[in-house]
């Protein structure tokens, strides 16, 4: 009886849910977003890439780090030259800057955004996709979103998505 009555509760689901504009027989996978090296001119941010730390930063964040200058290392005048091209958000200025006063050896990394679907995710509502990103969000970035797809040209699925929303569960005796 229980799962009569949880097929009756997704059908409702299947049958009332936004379809985020995708056709039949859809389903709901996670979209989520990484960032990727590309080349310079191509690039979103910069990250810079210390092989003393053996770590990857941000260029704003390696820059306010510097800025901080918790050890002394820098003279007052290169760190305001330093401000001054924090502030003008100037890209090319700022690792040049880096490359001629850090004396760890850095590497300027250029990257884009891109969005990708998570591997291993598939849900048959919205409903539960957006439940899965609320209790597993240590997992994905800020983000990450439900997203629609459709299963092309998959006649078995067509098939049992047809069945389980439209199926009269309650014509089925229980013993």
């Known amino acids: 009886m229980k799962d009569i009555q949880f097929l009756k509760e997704l059908q409702e689901e299947l049958r009332t849910q936004d379809t ?4 039949a027989p ?15 001119g191509e690039h979103e941010r910069v990250s810079i890439y210390s092989s003393d730390e053996a770590e990857c930063y941000e260029l704003s964040e390696y820059a306010e780090d510097i800025l ?3 050890y002394n290392m820098y003279a007052e005048e290169m760190l305001e030259e ?10 090319s200025e ?10 760890d050896e850095t590497f300027p990394i250029f990257e884009i955004e891109e969005s990708f679907i998570v591997p291993n995710t598939m849900f048959l509502t919205k409903k539960e996709a957006k439940e899965h990103i609320k209790r597993n969000r240590h997992h994905y970035t800020k983000k990450v979103h439900t997203y629609a797809m459709t299963a092309w040209r998959a006649p078995k699925v067509e098939r049992l998505m047809k069945i389980l929303e ?8 229980t013993k």
């Open 20 to 23: 985020d504009c995708q056709a």
């Open 26 to 40: 859809r389903f709901w996978a996670l979209m989520d977003y990484r960032w990727r090296e590309t080349t310079e």
């Open 68 to 70: 901080d200058d918790k």
């Open 82 to 91: 330093l401000r001054e091209l924090y502030d003008l958000d100037d890209e």
């Open 94 to 103: 700022m690792l040049e800057w880096i490359a001629q006063n850090v004396n």
């Open 166 to 173: 439209t199926f009269d569960w309650d014509s089925i005796k």
